[in-house]
Each structure stands twice: as C-alpha cells, then as structure tokens.
C-alpha cells in the first residue's frame, strides 16, 4: 500500500494515539482530533502530524482538521454515538472514500454497514479471542493430564 | 473440550455477560461477579448460572462465589487493578488452573505473564485489525483504479 495517505484520526486515546504514531512513522500525513488536550501526551514524539483540540462532532472542528480531503479517517473515540456521527459526516457529505469506526455495541454494526463504513467491535473481537483461550487451556490441560 | 466446567467470570459488562451466556449455553457452571447489579440486567435469559453481588477485591466476597473451586476464572472488569489483583488471588492463593485477564494496558501484560495469567488486550487487538483494515481498504481502492 503507499504510505503517503492523508488520514484524520478522532479520538486520541489509547486506541487513536496507537494508530496515529503507528500511520505517522508509516509515512502518512496523520491529524489527530480530541477534546481533551491532555490525550495527545501519548503521541510519541516523532509524531509528525497535526494534532487538533476540539469536538469533532462540531462540522467547524471537523473542517479545521481538512477532514473533507483526507483518503481515510477513523472514528476511535469511548462513544459509539460520537463515532457514528463523525463517520457519518465523513462519509455522506465530506464523501472520504475509507471510513472506519471502533463500535462497542455490535448490535450497532449493522447500521454503519449500510452506511459503508467498516467497524471493528473490541469488545467482540475479545470475547471471540477469551473463549478460543478457555477452550485451548482445557484441552492443554485434559492433554497433559492423560 | 468438556463444558462441564466451573467457570468464574468477574465483570458482568458488555464482555463479561457475553462470556457468562455463551459459556453457561455450552454447558459450565458459570458465576458471575459484580459490584453494579444492574449489569445481570445483560445475562440472558437462559443464563442458568449464579449471580454474585460484590467487589471481587475482597476475599470474603470471592470465597462466596467459590472461585477456589473454579477450573477458569476470568477477570473482565474495566480496572486493569482490579483485574490483576483478582487474577493474581485466583492464581496464587486459590490455585485456579487457568486464569484470564483482560488488560487495557500492554504494558502491564509481562506483569501478568509472570505470574502465569493469560491476558488478552483488546486495544492492541483492534489496534491491529484497524491497521489491517487500513492496509486493506487501500489496496483495494488502488486495484480498483489500475
């Protein structure tokens, strides 16, 4: 893939700041938006990006971030009702080709799939990842037992 | 594997309950913790297990969902303290065969490993699956224009 995207991050916690150092050091432009100023901390310190301070759900914020032009842009905020917005903007009206978004409620991902934006649900993805690791640690276990 | 397990989950949260169900559907013995009642509102209703209101954190609470007893305890909560502690008391004191933990931090995960608790970290993990995802969407769109 090139790396030379132009990708809006919303949402600089431990998800959104992992992203953006990892797409930074990547090669790509990379603008991170967060209310909370205090979150842009965990940006390493070669983050060559743009850091905006501000609500994303504001389509003021949203426009500083030139989010209207980026290639991708990734929902990561705590709120899935924050993320759905901004994804939705993103995609209908600033027309950003990839748009992905964190879910934590799964039922909610039908909805954004209608909406052609990609989700990813932790929640799930750890659920699937803890009950795989209790049913190897069983048979690990039955296996040495015998 | 055998799913007549004991099984002890504490934090009934999205992904507590998501354990508990399919774990007390497949046929273990599941107890759920927590301190917030309100939380076993998630259990479904063919959730056939025990339901322990308390703070996992104080022994005399976990002696009553008989975690001594468990073949797996998992410890779901939103505190990475709270999970180590109640992990770490499953593990040590208890001598729970196989012990989880679900950890915010990636940096505490050596911490964990040391003590011989499993951990999985839902941000690193979906960390992962954006980057992925990211990577993906891109060659797709290149393919699609050459």
Redesign the interface.
């Known amino acids: ?2 790396n030379n ?1 132009f ?1 809006a991050i919303v949402g600089c916690g ?2 959104g700041s ?2 953006a150092n ?2 930074s050091r990547a090669g790509n432009s990379v603008v991170v938006i967060d209310m909370d100023e205090s979150t842009f901390n965990d940006l390493s310190p070669d983050f060559s990006g743009f850091r905006v301070h501000g609500d994303a759900t504001q389509m003021a914020v949203l426009k500083e971030t030139k989010a209207n032009k980026a ?2 842009l ?1 929902a ?1 905020t705590h709120e899935d009702n924050v993320n759905l917005m901004v994804a939705q903007v993103a995609r209908r009206i600033f027309n950003v ?2 748009v ?1 978004a ?1 879910v ?2 799964p039922k909610r991902e039908a909805v954004y799939a209608q909406l052609g934006i ?1 989700t ?1 649900c ?6 699937k ?3 795989q ?3 190897n ?3 690990e ?2 296996g040495a037992q015998s």
Request: proline share 5%.
């Open positions: 893939m090139k995207r990708i431990r998800l992992h992203l990892h797409l290639d991708v990734i990561t080709p990839h992905l964190r934590f409620d990609d990813i932790p929640t799930s993805v750890a659920a990842m803890f009950l690791a209790v049913a640690g069983t048979a276990r039955e």
